[in-house]
């Protein structure tokens, strides 16, 4: 049955408000994947959605009527951005809504633990990354990790100790069984985010919701290779999820 819904968080982050909305309206593959804004009410936005405000860079909110998903008939994304600490900072309200049509309570709980790590990691983007070029990437691991546990087998695999937590400087164990120097930025049962001095690695335990673990990687070094860090990561997954 058709039921509305609202995910709505509030932040703080020490970069100005124009940051924040450059990192929304066209840096958004630096933390989430990459998306375009015809920049003015009325335009297009992201997956078919229509921008019915657009006031850079205090308030961006788009809406989607047909979101071409058998679950959901109705999408809406709103940011409010205010400057604080006279400028430097920025505080910011975060609102999705809209409306669910079926496994509703699946539906908003995915959609409720998602918005913290995407939102946790656009902070990490403009704190550390804000305006570089970058290389994105995003897939899914073998239909072996979508079980409601598998998502466990992650933190041994990059070398994460149980007791490993969050700000805690690693040394993760990667593809090739490379070693690389990262900082853990996030950990719940849900996700995982490791961050190099020059990418913000993302994985997510999907299984809860019935999909396969995933991963993005946002690769700011010069040159970096999306297809290449696909391949080698992709391959990672498989085998840790051989068995």
């Known amino acids: 049955m058709s039921k509305e819904f609202e995910v709505a968080r509030e932040y703080e982050v020490a970069v100005p408000p124009g940051q924040v909305w450059d990192a929304i309206t066209s840096g958004s593959g630096g933390w989430l994947w990459p998306m375009e804004y015809e920049p003015r009410e009325g335009g297009a936005g992201p997956f078919g959605s229509v921008i019915t405000t657009w006031d850079p860079p205090h308030r961006l909110t788009v809406r989607t009527e047909d979101v071409g998903f058998p679950t959901q008939s109705l999408n809406q994304i709103d940011h409010t951005i205010e400057p604080r600490d006279g400028g430097r900072g920025s505080w910011v309200r975060y609102v999705h809504s809209g409306i669910f049509t079926d496994d509703w309570d ?138």
């Open 106 to 243: 699946n539906q908003y709980d995915g959609a409720d633990k998602h918005t913290d790590f995407y939102l946790h990691t656009l902070r990490e983007y403009v704190t550390h990354f804000a305006g570089r070029p970058v290389a994105f990437a995003t897939f899914d691991g073998p239909g072996a990790s979508a079980s409601s546990d598998a998502f466990a087998a992650v933190g041994p695999a990059l070398g994460l100790a149980d007791d490993t937590a969050e700000g805690a400087r690693v040394k993760a164990e990667g593809p090739g069984g490379e070693h690389f120097d990262a900082v853990l930025d996030y950990r719940d049962p849900y996700f995982i985010g490791l961050r190099t001095d020059s990418a913000l690695i993302r994985f997510f335990g999907r299984g809860r919701w019935g999909a396969p673990v995933g991963m993005s990687v946002h690769d700011f070094a010069p040159g970096a290779d999306a297809k290449g860090n696909e391949t080698a990561w992709k391959d990672w997954l498989d085998e840790v999820f051989a068995g």
